[in-house]
């Protein structure tokens, strides 16, 4: 590690608490570096998905498929989970762990059940309606896109958990700190997906 | 019961080939040498503290090019394998589908296997040094790329003994690689899963690098001060964050295709095909300057000294490499001109691709000019640079030529191509890496290789490379097809494919005398007792060699370019500044977890090759109890004391 000179240590201390330390500021960077990969990732699956799309093989189309209430209120429960973690953030800024550590909770609770709506979803989908991922092109880019924001998800849930537990142990630190700052960063991230997801997915999907 | 076993073990380990039979016993062999010697020497502890737990740089990128030697000697003798096939007309050697396993493995292994991590492990060793940080960002994530890379590679070369290699080619183009037509799966999900593990680590590498010199160069080291091969990593970076998770997702769909039974690829069911061929080269395209860049940037520095002149051109060698970054991601398509794709659609791709050729021309005048005039040093690295020059050029001037969307009609898949990619994967990479291998080798190790076998490897190499690869493209000129597996006679292809096999053979020769001159250098090698015996320019070459542990036991200051040679000049007139008391060192701590953890993603990967869902879903919870676990850890850190840095400066005769 470079040696931080003095005037570098300096200008960290006005900074907020995640920021305070180099190794800190080094992490959050390449944090956003790194799901500005992701983002990539989610553009390659989304490209692949909209080629896909029309090739409905033998089984239904998007039009056939969607319904909007359950995506309603997937959309509405992530969006609302965005909020608390977002309020969770507010709270660190003020050092308050058990206020971060309540919000957090909120957040994890309208994770699980974004997660469980989703998989009712599916369940709908592949099961009773009779669209399984291996029918069509369409719905595996379908499937394949919505299970790798979900399987994002579900990593973020156990992310926070592990944070969760650490602000319990150790109370908000420069350390726990940059965590809970990155997993807030990430949450907001799966959000902006879902907000693609909404819109190349299901909006198009049921209109066109 | 017993037949069903037999039968099973059948399937499972390949079987009834003297080759592969041979390979059985000599991995055994040599798996039991390893042991036995570890055993015998009381070496199992030194292994896991010095080096599988290390978060060193420094023995990180070691570890990289030992990996990354071993994998060139597979992939060569798969090549002498296939060129030995094709020696004669109507050779028996190899049978069809073994010469397809062979070109599938040989072009996979040179790729993702040799020529990435030889530039990871020469990135990690000189580009810290050279911005004169003491590590890279992220030294534990560092360690997991490696390990991730490693076992990735171990797992695809498993294929060969157990279970059977992929054999659709290193492009894997849908849908013969797919479910339908390859419906055992076994060898293509080696592919999919053995490179997919290791392009996770080449992911972080990119983020990793790109993070430490974008934030961790010396005070005023700005960035149009940094050595020419730390721009190219720090471009290299880019281009790999923004190819490599495209790769993620292309490798994941064809393997869905032949787990869940998706339709991404296949023939029916609605899939694309012709979608595999576009994400794969959206990929496959940056790729190639991921493996090119950063020897440019190699042979910038190793020209730069040994001309003993500044790098001509500084600003437009950043730019042309910029340029070619961004060109890099619009040419994909050049690579299937003739799959039925429109006459616009092609000459966009043609122009792009053609537009490449002005800023790598660029590059090519600026080493040049460097040399001209300059007081010129024939060492070792330096032929392999000017080697590069020339021969490079020819693969330049033939991808020009490939470029031309109605004439590629005609090359398209010929022998002719084989030559051209060539022409810049060894002239270019290859020589590359050899330079800056034998360029970088005291540093790393505190000895220099010999001079004279070295020279007597580059001479080898370099000619038997032109009496392989110049007649090639003869070749396919008369009409020879690539992946093919034999030939009539009667066609004029014998005699050129016999000289061919020659130069193929030459080139192992070549290899082989740098095996010999590592080994002979490591006994009688001249010991670099200044830390810099070539009169370098940069920072790597103002510390000891090795380098210590901690780097620079002060961080340096920098005032210009080639900011060691500006240190030797102010030495000269005497304006040195005076040494600072030491301050203690913080260094992260080893750590086994990256080892265990990539550990477990082998044994997911094989338990998924092989659709055993029993093995692959608990290899993939411990995964994720390694993460969890690394999560949990505080305690990653400790400071190397004052009195420590002051013995190891004085034992390397930095103190007097
Ligand atoms: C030691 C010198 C080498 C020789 C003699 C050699 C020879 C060959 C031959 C005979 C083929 C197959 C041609 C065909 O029938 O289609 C081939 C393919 C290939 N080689 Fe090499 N090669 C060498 C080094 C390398 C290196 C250093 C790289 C990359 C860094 C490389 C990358 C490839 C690739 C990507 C393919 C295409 C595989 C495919 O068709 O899927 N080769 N090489
Ligand atoms: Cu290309």
């Known amino acids: 590690m470079a040696a931080s000179s003095l005037s570098d240590s300096d200008k960290r201390k006005n900074m907020p608490l995640e920021y305070t330390t180099e190794e800190g500021d080094l992490r959050i960077v390449g944090f956003w570096i790194f799901m500005a990969s992701d983002l990539v990732l989610f553009s390659t699956l989304f490209a692949t998905y909209l080629i896909l799309q029309g090739s409905i093989g ?68 592949s099961v009773q309606e009779g669209a399984p991922i291996h029918l069509s092109a369409f719905l595996s880019g379908f499937y394949i896109l919505l299970g790798t924001h979900g399987a994002h998800v579900t990593l973020g849930i156990f992310w926070v958990i592990c944070i969760v537990i650490q602000l319990a142990q150790r109370g908000v630190t420069p350390v726990t700190a940059r965590k809970a700052f990155m997993a807030g960063l990430y949450w907001h991230f799966l959000d902006v997906v879902w907000i693609f997801i909404y819109t190349a997915v299901y909006l198009t999907g049921m209109v066109i | 019961m017993i037949e069903n076993i037999k039968a099973f073990l059948g399937d499972f380990f390949v079987t009834g080939d003297p080759m592969i039979y041979g390979a059985d016993v000599s991995i055994a062999l040599a798996s039991i040498a390893i042991v036995v010697t570890l055993t015998y020497f009381k070496k199992w502890r030194w292994l896991w503290d010095e080096w599988l737990t290390t978060v060193d740089h420094k023995k990180i990128g070691i570890m990289y090019i030992i990996a990354a030697l071993l994998m060139l000697f597979r992939g060569g003798v798969d090549a002498i394998l296939m060129r030995t096939q094709l020696a004669l007309p109507n050779m028996n050697f190899l049978d069809a589908d073994h010469y397809n396993q062979i070109f599938t493995t040989h072009g996979t292994i040179m790729i993702i296997f040799v020529a990435m991590p030889f530039i990871f492990g020469l990135m990690n060793i000189a580009v810290p040094l050279q911005i004169g940080a003491r590590d890279v960002a992220y030294p534990y994530l560092n360690a997991l790329s490696f390990w991730l890379f490693f076992f990735g590679a171990m797992l695809f070369n498993l294929s060969f003994v157990i279970g059977g290699s992929p054999d659709a080619g290193w492009t894997a183009y849908a849908p013969y690689a797919g479910p339908e037509l390859n419906p055992s799966s076994v060898g293509q999900n080696y592919y999919y899963i053995g490179v997919q593990i290791s392009g996770i680590g080449s992911l972080m590498t990119g983020i990793n690098f790109l993070v430490t010199i974008a934030k961790m160069r010396a005070p005023g080291m700005t960035l149009f001060k940094m050595p020419m091969f730390t721009w190219s990593i720090l471009i290299t970076s880019l281009i790999i964050i923004f190819a490599f998770p495209t790769f993620t997702v292309t490798l994941a769909l064809g393997l869905f295709d032949h787990l869940l039974g998706t339709h991404f690829f296949t023939i029916g069911g609605g899939g694309s095909p012709m979608l595999w061929a576009n994400l794969f080269w959206f990929w496959g395209h940056p790729e190639v300057y991921i493996v090119l860049l950063p020897v440019f940037g190699i042979f910038s520095e190793v020209i730069a000294t040994f001309a003993h002149k500044t790098l001509f051109g500084y600003a437009t060698m950043v730019c042309s490499m910029v340029a070619i970054s961004i060109l890099s991601f619009l040419t994909w398509l050049h690579h299937f001109f003739t799959m039925g794709n429109t006459a616009p659609v092609n000459a966009f791709f043609s122009l792009s691709t053609m537009l490449i050729a002005i800023p790598t021309g660029v590059k090519i005048f600026n080493w040049l000019f460097t040399l001209n005039k300059g007081r010129i040093e024939f060492t070792t690295p330096m032929l392999w640079a000017l080697a590069f020059i020339p021969n490079f050029t020819i693969g330049g001037v033939t991808g020009v030529m490939l470029a031309m969307a109605p004439a590629d009609y005609q090359y398209h898949n010929s022998m002719f191509l084989i030559a051209h990619f060539h022409s810049t994967l060894i002239a270019g990479t290859v020589f590359g890496v050899f330079c800056g291998l034998h360029y970088w080798w005291p540093k790393m190790f505190g000895y220099l290789l010999n001079e004279k076998l070295g020279k007597w490897s580059f001479w080898v190499f370099m000619i038997s490379f032109n009496v392989c690869f110049m007649p090639m493209y003869f070749l396919g000129l008369m009409g020879m097809t690539r992946r093919m597996y034999t030939y009539p006679a009667g066609l004029g292809w014998g005699p050129v494919n016999f000289i061919i096999t020659i130069g193929a053979f030459g080139m192992g020769v070549g290899f082989v005398i740098m095996a010999w001159n590592i080994v002979w250098s490591a006994i009688k090698g001249k010991r670099d007792t200044t830390g810099d015996p070539w009169g370098g320019r940069t920072l790597e070459w103002s510390i000891p060699s090795p380098a210590p542990e901690y780097n620079f036991a002060h961080i340096p200051k920098v005032t210009t370019r080639d900011a060691f040679a500006a240190m030797k000049e102010d030495k000269k007139r005497g304006r040195e500044q005076k040494p600072k008391p030491f301050e203690p060192i913080h260094m992260p701590n080893n750590s086994g977890i990256p080892f265990i953890m990539s550990a477990l993603f082998f044994v997911a990967g094989f338990g998924f090759v092989f659709k055993w869902y029993w093995m692959g879903i608990p290899g993939l919870i411990g995964v994720a109890i390694c993460m969890i676990a690394r999560s949990f850890v505080y305690d990653d850190h400790h400071h190397i004391p004052t009195d420590e840095i002051e013995r190891t400066e004085r034992a390397t005769g930095r103190l007097s």
């Open chain 1, 58 to 125: 033998n089984g239904p189309s998007a039009k056939d498929l969607f319904e909007i209430g359950p995506v309603m209120a997937e959309t509405i429960v992530l969006l609302v989970s965005s909020f608390t973690c977002g309020l969770g953030t507010l709270e660190l800024r003020r050092h308050n762990t058990k206020g971060l550590i309540f919000w957090f909770v909120v957040t994890l609770i309208l994770g699980l059940i974004f997660l469980g709506l989703e998989i009712n979803e599916f369940y709908v989908y």
